[in-house]
């Protein structure tokens, strides 16, 4: 009863809400990213190029499909992220939106999108957001590749969310995820996850099939869910949840460091902080960890 009321709520809510029916409508909303949007059809994205920018308001995709998309840049937002030594890094991101900021995107499905980015300074990559903060993603499914190559001090991909918090829930994703270190010498911090690569999300009723390539001369951490699982900033706590998740895959990686730690998990690669709720999460994952560290790793 209570999720028969919610959605009805959805329906009334929606009627406000500026209608999206074509790809230049799409593109638009990055002029009001405040304002709420609905799609009324799906829309084929091929041949446009995709801006990310930071969004705070609702996307409801109403059920529909937006296919095709292709994200080669990183947006203009920035936002301070964190390593699990506290260390703060003033990052940029790529995704659909760069920055999800007490937003909500829900009942839309991502079909083919194509993520391939490259960047000089601290990076996180997602398909929907690359950082998120107080949002909630929601009902969505989502199918293709993000590939990030980056190399300053700390970086990494999500197959939802790049690097963040707030809620993920009733997802089902198929994704490709490529992380290349394409510096040798400096030691940094890359993370990667089916659904998030850093941060504190609670994640419910999840579905990932994650097929993930990380090449890695500094510490890597990997997560069938998340790649580390930590709050931030210092002397936050939070009762986190992970609930009826299921991840199938693999995530293939090196880590070209004598001071090994290698973390790849079938759901948390590093935990720095407890979850108070986990439940019912199942796996069928492979460490597939390689030594060959010249080298990129990328599908066959």
């Not at 909630?136 to 190559?149: A, D, E, M, W």
Request: charged residues 25%; glycine residues 10%; contains cysteine.
């Amino acid at each position: 009863m209570l999720f028969v009321r919610f959605r009805l709520w959805e329906k009334i809510e929606s009627l406000t809400y500026n209608r999206i029916s074509s790809p230049e409508d799409l593109l638009k909303m990055s002029q009001d990213p405040s304002d709420d949007y609905i799609l009324t059809s799906d829309i084929d994205m091929s041949g446009y190029e995709w801006i990310p920018f930071t969004f705070s308001g609702v996307f409801d995709g109403n059920g529909h499909t937006i296919s095709n998309l292709q994200i080669d840049s990183s947006g203009t937002g920035v936002r301070d992220t964190y390593d699990g030594n506290m260390k703060v890094y003033s990052s940029c991101f790529a995704a659909f939106f760069d920055v999800l900021d007490g937003g909500k995107v829900r009942n839309v499905n991502f079909e083919n999108i194509c993520l391939d980015v490259t960047s000089d300074t601290s990076c996180f990559a997602g398909s929907i957001a690359g950082y998120m903060s107080g949002s909630t993603i929601s009902n969505c499914s989502v199918n293709g590749s993000v590939r990030l190559c980056a190399h300053d001090r700390m970086f990494g991909v999500g197959g939802i969310c790049g690097y963040g918090n707030g809620m993920i829930r009733d997802v089902d994703i198929d994704i490709v995820l490529i992380c290349t270190d394409t510096d040798r010498e400096t030691k940094d911090e890359q993370f990667m996850g089916g659904i998030c690569s850093a941060g504190y999300p609670d994640i419910i009723n999840c579905n990932v099939q994650i097929d993930g390539y990380d090449s890695e001369h500094g510490y890597a951490h990997n997560g069938g869910l998340i790649g580390m699982y930590m709050f931030y900033p210092e002397g936050m706590e939070h009762n986190g949840s992970f609930i009826n998740n299921c991840v199938i895959g693999k995530i293939t990686f090196y880590e070209d460091n004598e001071d090994r730690r290698a973390y790849c998990e079938p759901f948390v690669g590093e935990m720095m902080d407890m979850i108070n709720t986990v439940e019912d999460n199942r796996y069928d994952f492979k460490r597939d960890e390689v030594y060959t560290y010249d080298v990129e790793l990328l599908p066959e």
